[in-house]
């Protein structure tokens, strides 16, 4: 069936009648179906639509009101119209079977050609109507669904146009304050700067007139006034070294740290430290050892900054050991990195807490031994500025082991590097 015309079936078992149908029907210019038996009309009814069924009543071996009652049963064909052509009897109770079968008429041969073609005519056209209502039903259908998918690509676009607004106001106001922090971390760090150096030097006047009187220069001293000397001399020196601390750390946020790089010979480093702890450890009560391989080593780095780490880890392990020995374990991996760790038997470290004792101003010890919290801070930081790490092990009742890993060498590139990456150390 195309979109112009529609099929007509004409049903008999006489191709002469077929012929004869065929050419009454010929002028309304439609595509006109043959089936010579009801089980050929039945085929035809299940692949094609059509307008109208022309049925012949009287048929070998299926008659016509058998094929009208099994199409009328069948969903897709139940609203044929159906027009019966009979020349048996003309008796009311066939008419009235013909019709309880589901036909919408009745004619009997012969028949009048203008009235058969002009009631076929009739469903033909009734037919086309129907067509296209459902023609425009679908349009119909296919508009509102554009219309609602346009609404919603249009409420997509608008959330979008939204989103993006907002996304780009959010990225304004985190600009802002990216500004606004790095604006507050400067003048702090110039605050610090500013303020370490104006207090380092009243501080040193103040322990150097008090280690002056300690040696008697002004005269003798009574046991009280020593002792207030003392506790002087030793609040100005944790003072000083609170200041130093800040300085440093003043330096790395901002980027200004210099690395100066040499040879670094282990474990020579380590046994002069060692020294230099000796009268805290002695004070403490703790015994120094020191555990390599037997071999000495040198790596090229700042050995004034491995110092400052190594010399930081010894004090906090005498510091807080309890007064049980520490060990030093130095050793070179097979990359020819050195690795340090400094091993105590004091308090150890929640594993809660790992994490937050290498952050600023933190003391997470129970102890009250005197700390500027920033010792670890400025260390684990110089460390990564020597592309190297600091870390912990700890446990809590047994003790704690930092290891400090620092690489065969550091290049001039990994300075410049390591200097610009100063500032945004964490």
Same mark, same amino acid.
Request: overall charge negative; some cysteine; proline content about 4%.
């Given at each position: 069936?195309?979109?112009?015309?529609?099929?007509?079936?004409?049903?008999?078992?006489?191709?002469?009648?077929?012929?004869?149908?065929?050419?009454?029907?010929?002028?309304? @210019?439609?595509?006109?179906?043959?089936?010579? $038996?009801? =089980?050929?009309?039945?085929?035809?009814?299940?692949?094609?639509?059509?307008?109208?069924?022309?049925?012949?009543?009287?048929?070998?071996?299926?008659?016509?009101?058998?094929?009208?009652?099994? /199409?009328?049963?069948?969903?897709?064909?139940?609203?044929?119209?159906?027009?019966? %052509?009979?020349?048996?009897?003309?008796?009311?109770?066939?008419?009235?079977?013909?019709?309880?079968?589901?036909?919408?008429?009745?004619?009997?041969? =012969?028949?009048?050609?203008?009235?058969?073609?002009?009631?076929?005519?009739?469903?033909?056209?009734?037919?086309?109507?129907?067509?296209?209502?459902?023609?425009?039903?679908?349009?119909?259908?296919?508009?509102?669904?554009?219309?609602?998918?346009?609404?919603?690509?249009? $409420? %997509?676009?608008?959330?979008?146009?939204?989103?993006?607004?907002?996304? $780009?106001?959010?990225?304004?106001?985190?600009?802002?304050?990216?500004?606004?922090?790095?604006?507050?971390?400067?003048?702090?760090?110039?605050?610090?700067?500013?303020?370490?150096?104006?207090?380092?030097?009243? /501080?040193?006047?103040?322990?150097?007139?008090?280690? /002056?009187?300690?040696?008697?220069?002004?005269?003798?001293?009574?046991?009280?006034?020593?002792?207030?000397?003392?506790?002087?001399?030793?609040?100005?020196?944790?003072?000083?070294?609170?200041?130093?601390?800040?300085?440093?750390?003043?330096?790395?946020?901002?980027?200004? !740290?210099?690395?100066?790089?040499?040879?670094?010979?282990?474990?020579?480093?380590?046994?002069?430290?060692?020294?230099?702890?000796?009268?805290?450890?002695?004070?403490?009560?703790?015994?120094?050892?020191?555990?390599?391989?037997?071999?000495?080593?040198?790596?090229?780095?700042?050995?004034?900054?491995?110092?400052? !780490?190594?010399?930081?880890?010894?004090?906090?392990?005498?510091?807080?050991?309890?007064?049980? =020995?520490?060990?030093?374990?130095?050793?070179?991996?097979?990359?020819? $990195?050195?690795?340090?760790?400094?091993?105590?038997?004091?308090?150890? !470290?929640?594993?809660?807490?790992?994490?937050?004792?290498?952050?600023?101003?933190?003391?997470?010890?129970?102890?009250?031994? =005197?700390?500027? @919290?920033?010792?670890?801070? /400025? &260390?684990?930081?110089?460390?990564?500025?020597?592309?190297?790490?600091?870390?912990?092990?700890?446990?809590?009742?047994?003790? &704690?082991?930092?290891?400090?890993?620092?690489?065969?060498?550091?290049?001039?590139?990994?300075?410049?590097?390591?200097?610009?990456?100063?500032?945004?150390?964490?």
């Amino acid at each position: 069936m195309t979109a112009d015309h529609v099929n007509i079936l004409l049903v008999d078992d006489r191709p002469e009648n077929l012929l004869a149908l065929e050419a009454i029907l010929e002028p309304l @210019g439609q595509n006109l179906i043959r089936a010579e $038996s009801g =089980p050929d009309a039945l085929k035809q009814v299940l692949v094609l639509d059509f307008a109208v069924i022309l049925l012949d009543v009287q048929m070998p071996d299926m008659n016509g009101f058998e094929v009208a009652e099994i /199409i009328k049963s069948r969903e897709r064909s139940r609203t044929i119209p159906i027009i019966f %052509l009979s020349a048996i009897s003309k008796e009311d109770a066939y008419v009235f079977k013909g019709y309880s079968m589901g036909a919408v008429d009745y004619v009997f041969k =012969p028949f009048n050609t203008d009235v058969l073609r002009s009631k076929v005519a009739v469903f033909v056209e009734l037919f086309i109507k129907q067509r296209e209502l459902q023609n425009q039903g679908e349009l119909l259908r296919e508009s509102q669904k554009r219309e609602l998918e346009l609404e919603h690509r249009t $409420s %997509l676009l608008e959330a979008e146009a939204r989103s993006a607004a907002k996304l $780009s106001q959010m990225n304004e106001e985190l600009h802002r304050r990216q500004v606004a922090l790095e604006q507050a971390m400067g003048a702090r760090n110039r605050f610090y700067a500013s303020m370490s150096h104006e207090l380092r030097t009243p /501080i040193n006047a103040v322990i150097g007139y008090s280690t /002056i009187m300690l040696d008697n220069i002004y005269g003798p001293l009574n046991a009280k006034q020593k002792e207030g000397l003392q506790r002087t001399l030793k609040a100005a020196r944790h003072l000083l070294e609170l200041v130093n601390d800040v300085l440093d750390l003043s330096k790395i946020e901002a980027g200004k !740290i210099e690395l100066s790089l040499q040879p670094v010979m282990f474990p020579s480093l380590i046994e002069d430290l060692f020294v230099t702890v000796r009268p805290l450890a002695d004070e403490y009560g703790s015994t120094l050892s020191l555990d390599t391989d037997g071999e000495h080593f040198n790596i090229v780095s700042d050995p004034r900054r491995v110092r400052q !780490i190594l010399l930081n880890l010894l004090s906090n392990a005498i510091k807080f050991g309890e007064g049980k =020995p520490i060990r030093v374990l130095c050793k070179r991996n097979e990359d020819g $990195s050195a690795q340090i760790e400094v091993i105590d038997q004091g308090l150890g !470290i929640e594993q809660d807490d790992i994490a937050r004792i290498f952050e600023e101003f933190v003391q997470v010890s129970e102890s009250k031994q =005197p700390g500027t @919290g920033l010792g670890l801070p /400025i &260390s684990r930081r110089l460390a990564q500025l020597l592309d190297g790490s600091l870390t912990v092990r700890s446990v809590p009742g047994e003790g &704690s082991a930092f290891r400090l890993t620092l690489p065969a060498s550091l290049g001039d590139d990994a300075v410049s590097t390591a200097e610009l990456a100063a500032a945004t150390v964490a």
